[in-house]
Structures are given as structure tokens and as C-alpha cells.
């Protein structure tokens, strides 16, 4: 099965690292970029603020473009947050433009300050604060958190020395990645269901536990099970066996085309048990993969 399908992300050691590096550039200022101010609206909240929450606290400043005291208080929090190094996260929200995280938030004043730390609020202040009462509440943050999140003392090592700080490993994928090494894949599988219970828009715990259950299935495939399908076409498992074993030998067209055909055989639960197989195949690939696309649509046309 060498080869047979990518792999790669039941290697990736960090989520949180892996959202930083997808996360848009923000200018500082002076032409760079910044990896520790970002610019947070509704469809990235859960991402941005509460997924990055469970490794350091995220500090999210609540501000509006007509605000005047917003416009003083913003570039204090992000000098803080760049000269932070990564132990706190700055986390802008407009609340114009998103009216439900200010809800969410019972804001009534702004510039609002809130403080998230394991995806739940810890501590908040109103008000354009000078700069030393700002740095102070922060230290105060960082001082009654540091002990339970490991990485915010890793970015102020990283900071003192001059260098980048190293992302954390985050522990639950570390668990799953080190269960499947042993070849314990139900409790790889248990892992990676325990994040998405927590984190259900978790990508890389989506794709990972999807390749996992294919591995508990492919590790016992059997070539003869293409050979027995072919024979019995009304056989579902049959059907679910061979395809398993076709994509294990790196045929993923073949596999694809066998159960959009006993889709279009099938009905009623038959028919969605096999259509879910079918999906979880596809979710082995990347999403553009033209192999993936092309069989997605003949799916749509055997059910419709």
C-alpha cells in the first residue's frame, strides 16, 4: 500500500501551527507581516480565536472604524502583541461588520478588550487605557496562565533570545499520532474524535481521522475481494471490500467508478451506506484532486 494514498497530514505535530501559517498576513506597519495581529470576522471566530485559544490566550480587541479612542488603543495592543512573540495572540474584530461576535460578547461599549484562554473568556476591560495599564493587565494575563499553557513561556524564551519562538506540539495530536505508530488504530481513531467533539471545524482532525478508519480497513484488504466483486455485483459488502482494496493499490478511479455503479444499482439504505463509504474515500484526497471532482459529479448523477 506503499505510496497508495498521501499520508502526510497523520504526521503534522501542530493544528495551531499549521493555522498560523495559513492565517493572511497582516502589514505591522513597516512593510512586514505578522503572524501575532490578525483580523477575525464571523467565519474565521471559531479558527482564529477559540481553536488558537487552547494554546495561548488570544486577546480579542472589539473596535469600530468611527471610534476615536479605538484608534488610540489598536496600535498599543498590537506594539504589545508583536513585542509579545507569539505568547498572546491579537484578535481584531469590527463590530460593524460582525454584529454576532459583539453579541456574543454583550458588548456595550467600545473599544471592548476580551480575553480568551480554552475557548472560554477569562477577563475583559473597556476603555482606551494608556499604554502601561495595558502592558500591565497583560503581564497580569500572561502571569495567571502561564503555568497551564507551556507554550506562552516557550514564545518569551523564543523572545528573550532574539529567535522565532517553536511552536508547541499540540498533546492531543501528539496521542493520536503516537497510537498509530503502534498500530493502535481504535485508539488513533478515539483521539481524533475527541478533538472534532471539541473543535467539530478542525480540518486537519477531520482528514486525519478519515485516513485512519481507512487504514483499519485496508490493513486487512484483500486483492481476491476485486476478483469475488466482480462476480457478485448485488454484493454490497463485496462492493465496499474491493474498493477499499482498489484504493489500496493506488486505483482510486477504478474504486470510485465501482460504487457510483452500486449507487446507481442500489436504493434506500443500501444506497447511503455505500455513498458514505464513497465519501469517505474522497476525503483521503485533497479536495481539487481531479479524480475526486470527476467522481463527485458522476455521483451527484447516479443520485439524481
Known amino acids: 500500500m506503499a505510496g497508495a494514498v498521501d499520508l502526510s497530514a497523520l504526521k503534522a505535530r501542530s493544528d495551531a501551527a499549521a493555522r498560523q501559517k495559513a492565517a493572511p498576513p497582516r502589514s505591522d506597519g513597516d512593510g512586514g507581516a505578522s503572524q501575532f495581529v490578525v483580523d477575525v470576522g464571523e467565519q474565521s471566530f471559531q479558527t482564529d480565536v477559540l481553536e488558537r485559544s487552547m494554546q495561548v490566550p488570544v486577546v480579542v480587541d472589539l473596535w469600530a472604524e468611527w471610534c476615536g479612542p479605538c484608534k488610540q488603543l489598536s496600535p498599543v495592543l498590537e506594539r504589545l ?175 470510485f467508478n465501482r460504487l457510483i455503479g452500486t449507487v446507481a444499482r442500489t436504493a434506500d439504505d443500501e444506497r447511503d451506506r455505500v455513498r458514505e463509504h464513497l465519501v469517505s474515500l474522497f476525503e483521503l484526497y485533497p479536495a481539487d484532486d481531479a479524480r475526486v471532482s470527476s467522481a463527485r459529479r458522476a455521483l451527484a448523477r447516479a443520485l439524481f
Open 81 to 255: 502583541a508583536e513585542a509579545g512573540n507569539g505568547a498572546w495572540i491579537l484578535a481584531k474584530v469590527d463590530v460593524d461588520a460582525n454584529p454576532r461576535i459583539a453579541q456574543a460578547f454583550g458588548v456595550q461599549s467600545i473599544p471592548m478588550v476580551v480575553a480568551v484562554a480554552g475557548g472560554q473568556p477569562v477577563d475583559a476591560f473597556t476603555g482606551a487605557l494608556p499604554e502601561p495599564q495595558v502592558k500591565q493587565w497583560i503581564g497580569a494575563l500572561l502571569d495567571a496562565l502561564r503555568e497551564r499553557m507551556p507554550a506562552i513561556a516557550q514564545a518569551e524564551a523564543g523572545a528573550a533570545n532574539g529567535a522565532p519562538a517553536e511552536e508547541p506540539e499540540d498533546p492531543r495530536f501528539t496521542a493520536a499520532e503516537d497510537a498509530l505508530e503502534r498500530g493502535d488504530y481504535a485508539a488513533a481513531e478515539a483521539a481524533y474524535e475527541q478533538i472534532l467533539a471539541v473543535e467539530p471545524a478542525n480540518e486537519q482532525a477531520k482528514a486525519a481521522l478519515s485516513q485512519v478508519r481507512f487504514l483499519a480497513r485496508a490493513e486487512s484488504a484483500d486483492p481476491s475481494a476485486i476478483a469475488r466483486a466482480d462476480a457478485a455485483p448485488d454484493d454490497v459488502d463485496a462492493q465496499l471490500a474491493a474498493a477499499d482494496a482498489e484504493v489500496a493499490s493506488d486505483r482510486a478511479e477504478a474504486a
